[in-house]
């Protein structure tokens, strides 16, 4: 079973571009990488999914190096309303495991 | 349209009792999914439903935790011999057809076991 890696927490100031990092080291050829958003007594909502080299709209961008073993939810100049929980989740195609983790606490501070 | 909606949106049971969470997906979405989240903690897996395939139950904590799916729509998780261990809120989800797809989550059930 693979399994996601990344960072429990990160800090940052208002109008920082910040960077959450995704280990995923077992993704399998036909699996996607997708980012969830989770706000306080709200269930996850979905940030932007993709498969290799580079996606963006109008919330985020993700970053996938060539070999897909990782990848990076970029979130350009966060504002308060950003601080939640981020997670990677990688799909599988064969096997329904849907780990997503403790995810990524992110605070952002005035 | 209409999201995913669960019910109750909180549930207060006694230990040993037995409960049942709704949730139904939204239409035209055949996988539905079911996690729970500790206080805390992350979202954990406890079982998946894909259109009329056998669900994948692998993530069921134990054998007194059940789903059923009716009619490729509704679902309803029962946790029998609630333990005050089972106090989570319990999320459902839903998705066009498979894994892949973006998942809807619900708003979610508060279950307090005392």
């Known amino acids: 079973l693979a399994k996601t890696t990344q960072p429990i927490s990160m800090d940052s100031y208002e109008g920082q571009e910040v960077n959450i990092t995704c280990s995923h080291n077992?993704?399998?050829?036909?699996?996607?990488i997708t980012w969830y958003q989770q706000f306080p007594s709200q269930g996850p909502r979905f940030i932007i999914q993709?498969?290799?080299t580079k996606v963006t709209n109008e919330v985020a961008s993700l970053f996938i190096p060539a070999d897909r073993k990782s990848s990076t939810l970029s979130l350009p100049r966060v504002s308060l309303s950003d601080t939640a929980v981020y997670y990677c989740?990688?799909?599988?195609?064969?096997?329904?495991?849907?780990?997503f983790g403790k995810g990524t606490s992110l605070l952002v501070t005035p | 349209g209409a999201g995913v909606s669960q019910s109750p949106s909180n549930k207060v049971t006694e230990k040993g009792k037995d409960v049942e969470l709704r949730c139904d997906p939204i239409?035209?979405?055949?996988?539905l999914y079911w996690y729970r989240q500790s206080l805390g903690q992350g979202l954990e897996f406890l079982i998946y439903?894909?259109?009329?395939?056998?669900?994948?139950k692998s993530g069921l904590p134990s054998d007194r935790f059940s789903a059923e799916r009716t009619g490729g729509s509704v679902s309803t998780l029962t946790i029998q011999r609630t333990q005050q261990e089972d106090s989570a809120v319990y999320l459902c989800?839903?998705?066009?057809?498979?894994?892949?797809?973006?998942?809807?989550f619900g708003p979610g059930t508060r279950l307090t076991v005392l």
């Open positions: 077992n993704i399998a050829t036909n699996d996607y």
């Open positions: 989800a839903s998705s066009l057809f498979r894994t892949q797809d973006t998942q809807y």
């Open positions: 439903f894909q259109g009329n395939s056998a669900p994948d």
């Open positions: 239409s035209g979405h055949t996988a």
């Open positions: 993709g498969y290799k």
């Open positions: 989740l990688v799909g599988f195609l064969s096997g329904y495991a849907l780990n």
